[in-house]
């Protein structure tokens, strides 16, 4: 069975929260609600609605907060939107040993796939708005046997999975943070990726070989 990883998308692929902020500002200027991007960008990981929710606004306001969020995304957030450092590595180091990618990302699915193709990454699979330990199932389902990700909902994910999980201190979580919540390997970021995995890799080996 190929390996399969399994990547988390803001804050440890994609940088969005520049577009997050101005987003928010867009929504508050146009409702008078009075939204807080910058707190919102600083703690990207918890689904929207959830976030909407949290200034006591009603569901039907909520909903169409999230709506319209979804439809200002791909003008607002996209075009400013960078890579993380060795994002792009990362992934090329999996399809080096012959590996299959998955992006799990509580991001709404269309929106995240604009931001795969706007920076011309592919991945074998894209499963959105899966937040914390939800994102088990769909990692099992595609066989990821690593995920890696920047939140402790990140963590959360990958020991639902039964998967090998990488935190990365791109985002709103500390390295104490993600090895008190179980993660497995702390990294300060994407650039020691490929690094980590031909270790993994190697070691992987050498028990199968123990084991013949």
């Given amino acids: 069975m190929p390996l399969t990883v399994g990547f988390d998308l803001d804050m440890t692929l994609i940088d969005p929260r520049p577009g997050m902020v101005r987003a ?11 939204l807080d991007g910058e707190a919102f960008a600083a703690h990207l990981g918890p689904p929207l609605d959830a976030v909407f929710a949290g200034y006591g606004l009603d569901q039907p306001t909520v909903d169409a907060l999230v709506a319209r969020f979804r439809a200002i995304y791909p003008e607002v957030v996209v075009p400013i939107t960078v890579a993380l450092p060795g994002a792009a590595e990362a992934l090329a180091a999996v399809r080096a040993v012959g590996g299959r990618t998955v992006v799990v990302t509580g991001k709404y699915g269309l929106n995240a796939a604009r931001h795969l193709r706007a920076l ?39 020991q639902a999975a039964g998967a090998v999980s990488i935190g990365v201190t791109t985002g709103p979580c500390s390295a104490e943070e993600l090895a008190t919540a179980g993660a497995d390997v702390v990294l300060a970021d994407l650039t020691a990726f490929p ?7 190697a070691g992987a080996g050498d028990l199968a ?3 013949g």
Avoid: N, Q
């Fill in 120 to 158: 011309d990454w592919e991945v074998d699979h894209l499963v959105g708005e899966l937040w914390s330990s939800g994102k088990g199932a769909a990692l099992r389902e595609h066989g990821a046997s690593v995920y890696v990700g920047d939140h402790v909902g990140d963590v959360r994910g990958a």
């Fill in 24 to 34: 928010f500002d867009v929504l508050a200027e146009e409702t008078g609600i009075p």
């Fill in 209 to 211: 070989a123990d084991a």
């Fill in 195 to 201: 690094a980590w995995l031909a270790g993994h890799l």
